[in-house]
């Protein structure tokens, strides 16, 4: 399918690059990312925007602005002043929706790609996690017991736990060294696996495998499901952070900090307005 095999190709692609600049520290390896969304951003902007009338409304917002402060001795004029700069206010964001809007779907596949590296880690060595496998019908108790076999460096701590409510079966892991593999749960109507990432070395993880092809474009790391019962299978991988500036920031916002300064120098060759 053509969803799944872009998003492998993108996937291995992004994998090249995190292996190439992964003896930096992770807000000098998303710096040319931020650079690109930059770009991307200001491209979809040039082609779907209307800056004519972007401008326009911020004209209009500094000028409702300015009539409210010279006449706040006078609460009527003051009191239209308000209501025109709503609807100046409303216009504005209605002209920026459309090339927002373009702007996130063409970036979409290159934030999927980074919340793989920047939004979480492999598994720590002695930290407990779930493997959970989400059915997409009733978890049968009256079936054979699921079991879960998993690679070296990683320990399955508890039987699985079926949470009936949840269609879901759940497994307590444990990672013991480094450790890169497959867990395997194998269920009477078939297996499900999935790949394990443990350690300290940094390196692209993927929480989830999907078997909806749609749901790739969120989880775009792994191949879908097939020929199973399972939904999904996922592994609830530690969060982390970057570190920019000195400041511990959600990987979205440091991308926000360093693509903005770009977007902004760089709007006037693009004929942008925003």
Same mark, same amino acid.
């Given at each position: 399918m053509a969803v799944e095999w872009i998003n492998l190709g993108l996937s291995r692609l992004f994998d090249a690059y995190v292996a190439w600049t992964g003896v930096l520290p992770l807000w000098a390896s998303m710096?040319? *990312?931020? *650079?690109?969304?930059? *770009?991307?951003? +200001?491209?979809?902007? /040039?082609? !779907?925007?209307?800056? &004519? /009338?972007?401008?326009?409304? &911020? &004209?209009? #917002? $500094?000028?409702? #602005?300015?009539?409210m402060r010279l006449f706040s001795d006078e609460p009527a004029l003051v009191f239209g002043a308000q209501g025109r700069l709503l609807l100046a206010n409303a216009r504005? +964001?209605? %002209?920026?929706?459309?090339p927002i809007a373009c702007a996130s779907v063409a970036l979409w596949p290159l934030l999927a790609q980074m919340e793989r590296y920047y939004g979480q880690g492999p598994l720590r060595v002695g930290e407990p996690a779930l493997f !959970?496998?989400? +059915?997409?019908?009733?978890?049968?108790?009256? !079936?054979g017991v699921p079991r879960l076999m998993a690679p070296a460096g990683i320990e399955?701590?508890?039987? @699985?736990? /079926?949470?009936?409510?949840?269609?879901?079966?759940?497994w307590r892991i444990r990672a013991s060294g480094e450790s890169a593999g497959v867990l395997r749960a194998e269920f009477p109507w078939g297996r499900v696996e999935k790949r394990i990432e443990a350690g300290g070395r940094r390196r692209p993880v993927d929480a989830r495998r999907v078997a909806e092809a749609m749901s790739l474009w969120l989880h775009p790391g792994e191949s879908r499901l097939v020929d199973s019962r399972a939904a999904w299978a996922e592994i609830a991988y530690p969060a982390a952070e970057v570190?920019?500036?000195? %400041?511990?920031?959600?990987w979205? %916002?440091? #991308?926000?900090? +360093?693509?903005?300064?770009? @977007? *902004?120098?760089? &709007? $006037?060759?693009?004929?942008?307005?925003?």
């Amino acid at each position: 399918m053509a969803v799944e095999w872009i998003n492998l190709g993108l996937s291995r692609l992004f994998d090249a690059y995190v292996a190439w600049t992964g003896v930096l520290p992770l807000w000098a390896s998303m710096t040319p *990312l931020a *650079l690109l969304a930059a *770009l991307v951003m +200001l491209f979809v902007f /040039r082609h !779907t925007s209307s800056p &004519k /009338r972007i401008e326009r409304s &911020k &004209k209009l #917002l $500094r000028a409702y #602005l300015m009539e409210m402060r010279l006449f706040s001795d006078e609460p009527a004029l003051v009191f239209g002043a308000q209501g025109r700069l709503l609807l100046a206010n409303a216009r504005y +964001l209605f %002209w920026m929706a459309v090339p927002i809007a373009c702007a996130s779907v063409a970036l979409w596949p290159l934030l999927a790609q980074m919340e793989r590296y920047y939004g979480q880690g492999p598994l720590r060595v002695g930290e407990p996690a779930l493997f !959970t496998v989400h +059915l997409n019908g009733p978890v049968n108790s009256g !079936t054979g017991v699921p079991r879960l076999m998993a690679p070296a460096g990683i320990e399955v701590e508890t039987p @699985a736990v /079926r949470v009936e409510s949840e269609q879901s079966v759940v497994w307590r892991i444990r990672a013991s060294g480094e450790s890169a593999g497959v867990l395997r749960a194998e269920f009477p109507w078939g297996r499900v696996e999935k790949r394990i990432e443990a350690g300290g070395r940094r390196r692209p993880v993927d929480a989830r495998r999907v078997a909806e092809a749609m749901s790739l474009w969120l989880h775009p790391g792994e191949s879908r499901l097939v020929d199973s019962r399972a939904a999904w299978a996922e592994i609830a991988y530690p969060a982390a952070e970057v570190q920019v500036f000195g %400041w511990s920031l959600h990987w979205l %916002w440091a #991308l926000m900090l +360093l693509s903005m300064p770009a @977007a *902004l120098l760089l &709007k $006037r060759r693009f004929g942008v307005v925003f």
